[in-house]
């Protein structure tokens, strides 16, 4: 029988399936442990996957959203750099320029190919964000207007080859960075990391051989597609649009429109961003295939999200990035923020199809990843350190629900904050308040999530603190008739002379006993807030989700009524 011809039984093909899903997440956990840095092993911002031989998506774990369906465009890159001739076993590439991968440099995207004997059966492959490449200052920069100021910047190049480190690439990776042995250890969890996937694929392809395993895998991608056509076919056809403005590039002012174009014809549905403004001289812009990682996020987030992510998931969906937008970005405008438009893309596609899938979208998230950065020196041991972070916020109300409080944002994921225990043992920071921040959600007939209150006290001689901030200008907003939650604020030294209030900031300057007091945003409202019922308001207040004043201007409360 031709391999081709190779069928498989519902049942190995669901096992293979099963131990590719387990495979991935094998990986990540290998990463995971192995990290040098609290920025993998605690917060968890990275990604992995398995992929087949022609680039397709076999199994990938949880992990930051936005890379999800992404990582096959370092393989497919290298590829046309270097052929396919030019993958050979043993050896570990490694890639993070973001006009190829879509990302900031510091996301770093370690990957290589699986063979089953001399047939090229498929790649390993992560990303995680390392701690410094360079650069300006330590972390990412919320001033740079060139790529060149942001760190170093690598194509395609093998890290390992026929099985042993380049010495002379990780020399000149680790020369680059402000933290050479936390960079050393990461990569090297890393090429575990993928170690471990070549592994893993390798074992499933040698128990039941690569006929009965491709058979299974095109099985797979068949019933993947078949079931994602069908959740498109039930949306009405038609055209729908929305726009949001994020707050600014970092260097000037004025807020940057970003539109969405859904068109739904059949089983095919497009998402065209072609609307979007121009790249920018700030740090906001974005390679393309992040822009168009993020509009698979909004697909799956709404279409089918309890299907599978496999090879096929995405086959009905097309996406449109103008070049030169601020989702296609080229050389050698920065993109050390890059993911504040695609946060706001994500919100906008659910909003553009709000009225035909009314009880499937959700109102908007608080929507950025409000970075804040600590730097500085450690008065108890005398180095230099730096740490950033994501902060959490209000999740949009839907029907029938509430929006959740205090998550992390959608292009994050399965990512974490640094709880405070982890600050406070490795950084001369205190966190003196972490609290739900009440009334910040935009009042409904579901409420939105409410953000947070965290404060920090530094407690080294001198530092200085980044901030990246955005999605005042547009808030998170409420559908059918909620209302808008509150934007986010951050407040330097509240009630003292020299109080500061900044959305962004690079190097902002800190000295012992400065407090810096952060206040996310929440999401918006779903439904008019007159139809919310006496009893769930009152669950707000004695919870201390919404204040009685809050209650009154959102809801029109009569504490009378109340008492």
């Given at each position: 029988?031709?391999p081709?011809?190779t069928?498989?039984?519902?049942v190995?093909t669901?096992?293979?399936?099963c131990?590719?899903?387990a495979?991935?997440?094998?990986m990540?956990?290998t990463?995971?442990?192995?990290?040098?840095?609290p920025?993998?092993?605690?917060?968890?911002?990275?990604s992995?996957?398995?992929?087949d031989?022609?680039?397709?998506?076999?199994g990938?774990s949880?992990?930051v959203p936005?890379?999800?369906?992404?990582?096959?465009?370092?393989?497919?890159?290298?590829?046309?750099e270097?052929?396919?001739d030019?993958?050979r076993?043993g050896?570990v590439?490694?890639?993070?320029?973001?006009?190829?991968?879509?990302t900031?440099?510091?996301?770093v995207?370690?990957y290589?190919p699986?063979?089953?004997?001399?047939?090229?059966?498929?790649?390993a492959?992560?990303r995680?964000?390392?701690?410094?490449?360079?650069?300006?200052?330590?972390?990412?920069l919320t001033?740079?207007?060139?790529?060149?100021q942001?760190?170093?910047?690598?194509?395609?190049?093998?890290?390992?080859?026929?099985?042993?480190p380049?010495?002379?690439?990780?020399?000149?990776i680790?020369?680059?960075?402000?933290?050479?042995?936390?960079?050393h250890g990461?990569?090297?969890?890393?090429?575990?990391c993928?170690r471990?996937?070549q592994?893993?694929?390798?074992?499933?392809?040698?128990?039941y051989?690569?006929?009965?395993?491709r058979?299974?895998?095109d099985?797979?991608?068949?019933?993947?597609?078949?079931?994602?056509?069908?959740a498109?076919?039930?949306i009405?056809?038609?055209v729908?649009e929305?726009?949001?403005?994020?707050?600014n590039?970092?260097?000037?002012d004025?807020?940057?429109?970003v539109?969405?174009?859904?068109?739904?014809?059949g089983?095919?549905?497009?998402?065209?961003?072609?609307g979007?403004?121009?790249?920018t001289?700030g740090?906001?812009?974005?390679g393309?295939?992040?822009?168009?990682?993020a509009?698979?996020?909004?697909?799956?987030?709404?279409?089918?999200p309890?299907?599978?992510?496999?090879?096929?998931?995405?086959?009905?969906?097309s996406?449109?990035?103008r070049?030169?937008?601020?989702f296609a970005?080229?050389?050698?405008?920065p993109?050390s923020?890059?993911?504040?438009?695609?946060?706001?893309?994500?919100?906008l596609v659910?909003?553009a199809?709000a009225h035909?899938l009314?009880?499937r979208?959700?109102?908007?998230?608080?929507?950025?990843?409000m970075?804040v950065l600590?730097g500085?020196t450690?008065?108890?041991t005398g180095?230099?350190?730096?740490?950033?972070?994501p902060?959490?916020?209000?999740?949009?109300?839907?029907?029938g629900?509430?929006?959740?409080d205090?998550?992390?944002n959608?292009v994050n994921?399965?990512?974490?904050?640094?709880?405070?225990?982890?600050?406070?043992?490795?950084f001369?920071?205190?966190?003196?308040k972490?609290?739900?921040?009440?009334d910040?959600?935009?009042p409904?007939?579901?409420r939105?999530?409410?953000?947070?209150?965290?404060?920090?006290?530094?407690?080294g001689?001198?530092?200085?603190v980044?901030?990246?901030?955005?999605?005042?200008?547009?808030?998170?907003?409420?559908?059918?008739?909620?209302?808008s939650?509150?934007?986010?604020?951050?407040?330097i030294n509240?009630?003292r002379?020299d109080?500061r209030?900044l959305?962004?900031a690079?190097g902002?300057p800190?000295?012992?006993?400065?407090v810096?007091?952060?206040r996310?945003?929440?999401?918006?409202?779903y439904?008019d807030?007159?139809?919310?019922?006496?009893?769930?308001?009152?669950?707000?207040?004695?919870?201390?989700?919404v204040?009685e004043?809050?209650a009154?201007?959102?809801?029109?409360w009569?504490?009378?009524v109340?008492?």
């Amino acid at each position: 029988m031709n391999p081709t011809d190779t069928v498989t039984d519902p049942v190995t093909t669901e096992i293979i399936r099963c131990a590719l899903g387990a495979a991935a997440e094998d990986m990540n956990q290998t990463l995971i442990r192995s990290a040098y840095t609290p920025t993998i092993y605690e917060m968890k911002d990275c990604s992995v996957a398995l992929l087949d031989e022609h680039h397709r998506v076999l199994g990938q774990s949880l992990g930051v959203p936005i890379f999800l369906g992404n990582l096959e465009v370092v393989t497919q890159h290298t590829e046309r750099e270097h052929g396919r001739d030019g993958w050979r076993a043993g050896d570990v590439w490694i890639l993070n320029d973001p006009y190829i991968a879509g990302t900031h440099l510091n996301d770093v995207s370690v990957y290589g190919p699986v063979f089953a004997g001399e047939d090229l059966v498929g790649f390993a492959t992560c990303r995680a964000h390392l701690r410094d490449l360079g650069g300006m200052r330590p972390g990412l920069l919320t001033n740079s207007t060139e790529i060149y100021q942001e760190g170093l910047r690598l194509g395609a190049i093998k890290l390992v080859e026929g099985g042993e480190p380049r010495r002379d690439i990780l020399d000149i990776i680790t020369r680059n960075s402000r933290y050479p042995d936390l960079v050393h250890g990461d990569l090297f969890a890393m090429i575990a990391c993928v170690r471990e996937g070549q592994a893993r694929l390798d074992a499933v392809i040698e128990r039941y051989g690569l006929a009965t395993f491709r058979a299974a895998r095109d099985d797979v991608f068949a019933q993947t597609e078949r079931m994602e056509r069908a959740a498109v076919a039930a949306i009405a056809d038609g055209v729908y649009e929305a726009e949001g403005h994020i707050d600014n590039d970092g260097v000037g002012d004025t807020p940057l429109r970003v539109h969405v174009r859904v068109e739904v014809s059949g089983e095919n549905i497009l998402i065209d961003l072609s609307g979007t403004d121009d790249m920018t001289k700030g740090p906001v812009n974005c390679g393309a295939p992040q822009a168009v990682a993020a509009a698979r996020v909004a697909f799956k987030l709404l279409v089918n999200p309890d299907g599978p992510l496999t090879g096929g998931a995405f086959r009905p969906l097309s996406v449109n990035v103008r070049e030169g937008s601020l989702f296609a970005a080229e050389e050698p405008v920065p993109c050390s923020y890059y993911f504040t438009p695609l946060g706001m893309l994500i919100d906008l596609v659910a909003k553009a199809l709000a009225h035909v899938l009314p009880e499937r979208v959700a109102a908007a998230s608080y929507g950025d990843s409000m970075v804040v950065l600590f730097g500085g020196t450690n008065p108890d041991t005398g180095q230099r350190f730096s740490f950033s972070q994501p902060t959490v916020g209000g999740w949009g109300a839907w029907h029938g629900t509430d929006g959740q409080d205090a998550m992390i944002n959608n292009v994050n994921g399965a990512m974490k904050d640094l709880n405070a225990e982890v600050i406070e043992s490795k950084f001369p920071i205190r966190v003196t308040k972490y609290a739900i921040r009440p009334d910040s959600g935009g009042p409904g007939q579901w409420r939105g999530g409410n953000g947070v209150e965290r404060e920090f006290v530094f407690t080294g001689d001198d530092g200085y603190v980044n901030l990246w901030w955005d999605r005042s200008v547009t808030p998170a907003w409420g559908i059918f008739g909620g209302s808008s939650a509150q934007p986010p604020e951050v407040v330097i030294n509240q009630g003292r002379a020299d109080e500061r209030r900044l959305m962004k900031a690079t190097g902002h300057p800190l000295q012992h006993g400065d407090v810096v007091l952060t206040r996310s945003g929440g999401g918006g409202g779903y439904g008019d807030p007159s139809l919310r019922s006496v009893d769930d308001i009152k669950a707000d207040i004695r919870e201390g989700q919404v204040t009685e004043a809050g209650a009154q201007d959102g809801y029109g409360w009569d504490e009378g009524v109340g008492s």
